[in-house]
Nanobody, 126 residues
């Protein structure tokens, strides 16, 4: 059983930056493709970014391309989501998730992600 814990959320003004971390216990990140999702009030959970177990391929949803960067540190069992130029529409609870698939797309069903963290709140003020 994997245990994922997110941290780094908070309140930031539009245009600012935040760095989210996801730490895992159990198997190393080299076993999974790791993803970040977010869920705003009244909306469905949506894909944000993912990185393959090798760390070589990153995938992003269109709305965050050029602003967010996902990276992994297998030695530390941590995946990072660096968020720059934040917008009020980025406000949501952000979740870390792990999939046994070798590669994912933004359209990969959420059901393919086996493990989830508890989420961290990101609020961007205008």
């Amino acid at each position: 059983q994997e245990h994922l814990v997110e941290s780094g959320g908070g309140l930031v003004q539009a245009g600012g930056s935040l760095r989210l971390s996801c730490a895992a216990s159990g198997r190393t990140f080299s076993t999974y493709t790791m993803g970040w999702f977010r869920q705003a009030p009244g909306k469905e959970r949506e894909f944000v970014a993912a990185i393959t177990r090798s760390g070589r391929i990153a995938t992003y949803t269109d709305s965050v391309k050029g602003r967010f960067t996902i990276s992994g540190d297998n030695a530390k069992n941590t995946v990072i989501l660096q968020m720059n130029t934040l917008k009020p529409e980025d406000t949501a609870i952000y979740y870390c998730a792990a999939s046994v698939l070798g590669f994912v797309l933004p359209t990969t069903p959420i059901s393919e992600y086996r493990y989830w963290g508890q989420g961290t709140q990101v609020t961007v003020s205008s």
